[in-house]
């Protein structure tokens, strides 16, 4: 099992910028999400990369706005967010997953939570209008 780690979250006003950080305990796993879930709404992926192609998937209301990416040195995935929305408001979420997935850049829905085993505890990001 890994074992995740998320910071970065916190209050800011629209327009502004966070970065989630993500250390995980090893890095036996073949991909990493951010996933976030506002009061009342699924549980929906915002990001994923691969470990092994470095293939990367954004959900299409972030797409232009947040960048994600890793430092296998430190066993740490980002989540940069620019340009944020009140809409953004949310607790996001890290998650890894310990089998092999395809390339994100195929068409099949990959970054969706019930593909990913372990998850973090969630950090907070709320955008003020």
């Known amino acids: 099992q890994v074992q995740l780690v998320e910071s970065g979250g916190g209050l800011v006003q629209s327009g502004g910028s966070l970065r989630l950080n993500c250390t995980a305990s090893t890095s036996n796993y073949f991909a990493a999400g951010w996933f976030r879930q506002a009061p009342g709404k699924e549980r929906e992926g915002v990001s994923c990369?691969?470990?092994?192609?470095?293939?990367?998937y954004y959900a299409d209301s972030v797409k232009g706005r947040f960048t994600i990416s890793r430092d296998n040195s430190k066993m740490t995935v980002y989540l940069q967010m620019n340009s944020l929305k009140p809409e953004d408001t949310a607790v996001y979420y890290c998650?890894?997953?310990?089998?092999?997935?395809?390339?994100?850049?195929?068409?099949?829905?990959?970054?969706?939570?019930?593909?990913?085993?372990?998850w973090g505890q969630g950090t907070q990001v709320t955008v003020s209008s």
């Open positions: 998650a890894t997953v310990r089998t092999p997935v395809p390339p994100f850049t195929t068409p099949i829905p990959i970054c969706t939570p019930h593909v990913f085993d372990d």
């Open positions: 990369i691969s470990m092994h192609d470095s293939s990367t």
